[in-house]
């Protein structure tokens, strides 16, 4: 049986709505808002996933801060105080 969810077009999302659709889909649009309608979120950027970058500071140690800080879009100031954080 059809939900009223699976009737939802992409050009009737919201603008937002649509830059997640062209990302992960409609289907998947529709079941977040079926099984999200009216939560709010935030999506962080890298700098907030200070155990994402400790770990990938880790295992390219063949890199220098500078190509790292490319790599990941950050500063080599926010690695080293990343590095401080995690005692590295």
Partial sequence: ??????Q???DELTDDLKL???????DAVR????????????IPKLTRLD????????????KTAKQIALDLGVSE????SVRKRFGN
């Fill in 1 to 6: 049986m059809n939900s009223v969810f699976d």
């Fill in 8 to 10: 939802i077009r992409e």
């Fill in 20 to 26: 997640v659709s062209k990302v992960v889909g409609i």
């Fill in 31 to 42: 079941k977040i808002l079926k099984d999200f309608g009216g939560l709010s979120f935030y």
């Fill in 51 to 62: 155990g994402f970058v400790d770990r990938y500071m880790k295992q390219n140690r063949n």
């Fill in 77 to 80: 100031h926010y690695l080293r």
